[in-house]
């Protein structure tokens, strides 16, 4: 991607029957590290702490010494013994609906944006995933609450937008917008969409 992510991990939430994505620059221990610290952080929001964590064959000493650390209990599964996880078809599900977002890009959108879409792939993923522990809810429900449409609008991933631009950025008979690429959601910003823009190679948030 632009911002050097090069893999996605997939943690599964049995209880929540939840799929968290983060991207990750390579598969270090650090990288590795700094992606169970935000799931972690993410699920300790919510006063939901991991009690036990199944793994596959591949568990380095920094994540057993985190795990240890968080007093979380660790089991390996049998290496290649993919039935015995429950996180394996979360990563193969996680895998099919990446996929559906980039197959329905723009043609034109950069590929190497799929970093920054992760959070809304996460997002739409869980939405029609039912929690486990409720069947009433869904798993993002659970994790992040009711979700406003109107508070935050949400619009397909890598489709080709314009955003406006301010009189005092541009010249008197310059256009008035530039052509960009939608991204994803701005939580932070009220009915507004974060937008890649070619033309200075940089973000925007923008409605």
Known sequence: SYDGMVHIFVAYVYKFNAILLRSM??????????????IYAELEAIDHKPKLHVLDNECSRAVQNFLKIKSTARQNVE?????????????????????SHIATMDASC???????????MQDTLNMMRTSRNNNNL??????KGSFDWNRTPMAPL??????????DA???????CDEAFTVGRAPHHHQLLKFYVPA??????SG
């Not at 620059?25 to 935000?38: G, H, Q, V």
């Not at 869904?138 to 994790?143: H, L, Q, V």
């Open 170 to 176: 541009r010249n008197t008979f310059a256009p008035h």
């Open 158 to 167: 890598g489709n080709k937008g314009v955003v406006y631009i301010t009189p």
């Open 110 to 120: 950069p590929i190497q944006l799929w970093s920054e879409m992760i959070p809304q």
């Open 25 to 38: 620059k390579s598969r270090e221990d650090a990288s590795m590290i700094e992606a169970f610290t935000s």
């Open 138 to 143: 869904t798993a993002y429900e659970e994790i």
């Open 79 to 99: 290496a290649h013994h993919h039935n015995a996880n429950a996180a394996e078809p979360a990563v193969k599900t996680a895998k099919h609906h990446i996929i």
């Open 200 to 205: 200075t190679r940089g973000y925007r948030i």
